[in-house]
C-alpha cells in the first residue's frame, strides 16, 4: 500500500520563493573595498529573477554550468539561487587553485559562463582562452581597479541586471533529483574529482543545518560564512541561512581576522563557521571586541585543536562547535554537538568530547571498516578503520565516472580515505588521513592527535606533523613548529613537554621550526607541500 501524500519535489526553487515571500525586509551585509554595502532580501531576489532572464538572453543552454569565481557576497548569492531555481548547475571555483587545475576544472565540467569578481578577474582573464567552452565573462564590479580587457567575451553584471526584465513567474524544476550545483574536491590526491549536488540533497542538508542538534539555524540568527562559497556551498550556510529567514552577513574580498573580528562585533553575528586556521588567527583579538552575540562557532575542514576551541570557550564563553565532512558530503556529515549524558561530565571530559568529530547528522549514517577485508569495526572507540558514509546527501559517484569504484564500496557507500573510531555513543574520532598516518613499527601513529599536543604548548602559534622514511621502523614523525612571535622554544623543551603526554614511541624524532604551516587552496595544512619539503629530510640516528 502506497502513502498518500503530495509528491513535491524537493528543490531549492522553494528555498528561494520561502525568503522572498517571507523574509523580504531581512537584512543582507556585504564588505567591500572602503566599507560595507546592505541589501534587503525583497530586493536581493529581484536580481536574482533578473539574472534568471540574463541567462536566458546570453543563450545559456538548459542544464548550463554556470562557473563562479567569487569572494563570499550578496552577488554571489544572486548566482547561487539563479542558477539551480532555472535548472543550471552553479559551479563555484575555487580562486585559490593553480592555474592548471583551474582550466582542467572548467573543462571537465564544461563551463559555459564564468563570473566574476573584478579584483579576480586578473587571475582568471590569463586562463580564459585555454577554458574551450566559456563563451562569456561576466565581471561583478567589487570597486576594485582591476583592468578591464577590451574583449567581447567580456560582458558587465550591472549593465546586463539593468538591461533584464525580471522573471515574473514562479521558478519550478520537475525532478528533484536533477543537478542544482557542482564543486570539485580540492584535489589533494591525482585530479579533482566532480562533487554534483542535486536539488533534493541540497533541500535535505539545508533542512538539516536548521535543526538544534546540528546548527540550529533559526530566523532570529545572523550568520557569517567565513568558510569560502567556493568550498562545499559554505558548508550550507547560505541555504540553510536563507531557508530560516536568518541574515547574512559576507566578509567580501576582505578575509583578514581583523576584519572578520569587526564584521562580527558590528553586526551582532549569532552563527559563524570557518576552517581552524581563521580562528587561530582571530585569537589574539578576541579580548579587543564584543563577541557577546555569538552563539555558535562552527568549525571543521580540519581537526579543531582542543586548546583552539577551549581558549574560545575562557576568552569569549563558546567553544567551537566540531563538525566533520568533506565536498562529497555536502559537506556536513557529523556534529559535535553536546548531549544530556554530557551534563554530568567535568569541563575537561566535555573539551575532550568536543576535540571529536561528533555524532552523524539526521539522515547520514556512518560506519568504520577494516580497510582490507571490508568487515564493519565494533563503536568501542578502540577499533580504528575507514569511515564509510551513506545518506541523501552523500556522493554516490564522481561527475563523468572519475575515480572509478575505488572511493565507493560495493554496497554504495562512501569511502572516505579517513581513518575513525567511534564511541558507544556515535561520536567519531578521527585519527587520520590514511595517507597521513605516520606508520611505524607496525603501529600506527596519528599525526592529528600528536598536533593537538604540540599545539597545547603555550609558545607553539601551530604545527604539522609529517611521516620521514625510516628503514627500521618504515616511518618516524618530524614536527614542523612554527613557534609564537616574541616566544622561544627549543626541540628538547618540546619534547619535553610531549614526554608525558603521549606514547613513548610516539614522540617525534626531529622538531623543525618553520615561519608558517604551508596552507591548500582551502585553507587546511597542506601536508604534500611538507612532504616535499622535507623530501630527502634524514633523521637523526
Ligand atoms: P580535500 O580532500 O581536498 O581536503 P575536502 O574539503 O572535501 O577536500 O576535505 C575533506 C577532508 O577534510 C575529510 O576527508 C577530512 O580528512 C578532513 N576534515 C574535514 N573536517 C574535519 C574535522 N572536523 N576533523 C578532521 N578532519 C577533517
Known sequence: MLGLMQDRPLSLTHVFHRAERLFGHKRIVTGQAGGERETTIADWAVRVRRLATVFDTLGLSADARVGTFCWNTDRHLELYLAAPCTGRVLHTLNIRLFPEQLVYIANHAEDEIVFVDRSLLPLLWPLVDQMTTVRTVVVIDDGADAAIPDDPRIRDYEELLAAAEPFAGT????????????????????????????????????????????????????????????????????????????????????????????????????????????????????????????????????????????????????????????????????????????????????????????????LVDLRIADPESGQELPWDDEATGELQAAGPWIAREYYRGEGGGTQFTEDGWLRT????????????????????????????????????????????????????????????????????????????????????????????????????????????????????KFGDYTLPS
Open 171 to 362: 521558478f519550478h524544476i520537475d525532478d528533484e533529483n536533477s543537478a542544482a550545483a557542482m564543486c570539485y574536491t580540492s584535489g589533494t590526491t591525482g585530479n579533482p574529482k566532480g562533487v554534483v549536488y542535486s536539488h533534493r540533497s541540497a533541500v535535505l542538508h539545508s533542512l538539516v543545518t536548521l535543526t538544534a542538534d546540528a546548527f540550529g539555524l533559526a530566523e532570529r540568527d545572523i550568520v557569517l560564512p567565513v568558510v569560502p562559497m567556493f568550498h562545499a556551498n559554505a558548508w550550507g550556510l547560505p541555504y540553510g541561512a536563507l531557508l530560516a529567514g536568518a541574515e547574512l552577513v559576507f566578509p567580501g574580498p576582505n578575509m583578514t581576522p581583523a576584519a572578520i573580528a569587526e564584521q562580527l562585533a558590528r553586526h551582532r553575528v549569532t552563527v559563524t563557521g570557518g576552517v581552524p586556521t581563521i580562528w587561530m588567527g582571530m585569537r589574539p583579538l578576541l579580548a579587543q571586541h564584543d563577541l557577546s552575540a555569538l552563539r555558535a562557532i562552527l568549525c571543521g575542514g580540519s581537526a579543531v585543536p582542543r586548546a583552539l576551541s577551549e581558549a574560545y570557550r575562557e576568552a569569549i564563553g563558546i567553544p567551537m562547535l566540531h563538525a566533520w565532512g568533506m565536498t562529497e558530503t555536502s559537506p556536513i556529515a557529523s556534529i559535535s554537538s553536546g548531549r544530556s549524558h554530557q551534563d554530568a561530565w567535568t569541563e575537561d571530559e566535555r573539551a575532550d568530547a568536543r576535540a571529536r568529530q561528533g555524532q552523524p547528522a539526521p
Open 417 to 532: 580515505g579517513d581513518v575513525a573510531a567511534v564511541d558507544r555513543w556515535g561520536y567519531v574520532r578521527l585519527v587520520d588521513r590514511t595517507k597521513d598516518l605516520v606508520k611505524s613499527g607496525g603501529e600506527w601513529i596519528s599525526s592529528v592527535d600528536l598536533e593537538n599536543e604540540i599545539m597545547a604548548h603555550p609558545a607553539v602559534e601551530e604545527a604539522a606533523v609529517i611521516a620521514i622514511p625510516h628503514e627500521k621502523w618504515t616511518e618516524r614523525p618530524l614536527a614542523c613548529v612554527v613557534v609564537k612571535e616574541g616566544r622561544s622554544l627549543t626541540g628538547e623543551e618540546l619534547i619535553e613537554f610531549l614526554t608525558p603526554r603521549v606514547a613513548k614511541w610516539w614522540l617525534p624524532d626531529a622538531v623543525e621550526f618553520i615561519d608558517e604551516v604551508p596552507k591548500t587552496s582551502v585553507g587546511k595544512f597542506s601536508k604534500r607541500t611538507l612532504r616535499e
